[in-house]
T-cell receptor, first 116, second 111 residues
Framework: DGGITQSPKYLFRKEGQNVTLSCEQN?????MYWYRQDPGQGLRLIYY???????QKGDIAEGYSVSREKKESFPLTVTSAQKNPTAFYLC???????????????FGEGSRLTVL | GQQLNQSPQSMFIQEGEDVSMNCTSS?????WLWYKQDPGEGPVLLIA?????ELTSNGRLTAQFGITRKDSFLNISASIPSDVGIYFC???????????FGQGTRLTINP
């Protein structure tokens, strides 16, 4: 079945450690996105990528890094510079990106990161 | 940046009741989308709206794209237990490359 797979679903990290969240899609979508979700808040955009080997900062990129070496993969690294990393992280993809596409995002099931 | 004000933040209703929630903004959007998120899962698209004044239904769900392009509402008729979850509105601006999300409406249904 086509879809977006995020892993791991749950992750615990000690302060000062970097951690990488995986996101893989087999929908053949051009664009991929990372959002952060905190209780009582909407989804906030961390990074997005319209094509391979290119990505842009979203609204809250500080303390995060990404890469887009393959069309189907868009891993997110939460670095030790992120001051409050405990959150639910959502990866999404869309056809053709939001500018030329329908704007519809397809989401993975999320990864919950807890910093101990 | 753009912000969406979604209300209410939470709703507690009885099974069978109708539900109404809305999103407003000071900015104009070209696209309005409504998503539902179940606990521990990613949001799933319910309805997409692309034209001012558009009224679209998906089963018991009905959503409208406000004529001013600054608001949208979602109605759920005859609620059932599986309607429980968090509903998000999202607005898209052509060329902006990203969606703006509302804070969500948490729906709880008492059987």
């Amino acid at each position: 079945d086509g879809g977006i797979t995020q892993s791991p679903k749950y992750l615990f990290r000690k302060e000062g450690q970097n951690v990488t969240l995986s996101c893989e899609q087999n929908l053949n979508h051009d664009a991929m996105y990372w959002y952060r979700q905190d209780p009582g808040q909407g989804l906030r955009l961390i990074y997005y990528s319209q094509i391979v080997n290119d990505f842009q900062k979203g609204d809250i990129a500080e303390g995060y890094s990404v890469s887009r070496e393959k069309k189907e993969s868009f891993p997110l690294t939460v670095t030790s510079a992120q001051k409050n990393p405990t959150a639910f992280y959502l990866c999404a993809s869309s056809i053709g990106g939001l500018a030329g596409g329908t704007g519809e995002l397809f989401f993975g099931e999320g990864s919950r990161l807890t910093v101990l | 940046g753009q912000q969406l004000n979604q209300s209410p933040q939470s709703m507690f209703i009885q099974e069978g009741e109708d539900v109404s929630m809305n999103c407003t903004s000071s900015s104009i959007f070209n696209t309005w989308l409504w998503y539902k998120q179940d606990p521990g899962e990613g949001p799933v698209l319910l309805i997409a709206l692309y034209k001012a004044g558009e009224l679209t239904s998906n089963g018991r769900l009905t959503a409208q794209f406000g004529i001013t392009r600054k608001d949208s509402f979602l109605n759920i008729s005859a609620s059932i237990p599986s309607d429980v979850g968090i509903y998000f509105c999202a607005g898209g601006i052509q060329g902006a490359q990203k969606l703006v999300f509302g804070q969500g409406t948490r729906l709880t249904i008492n059987p």
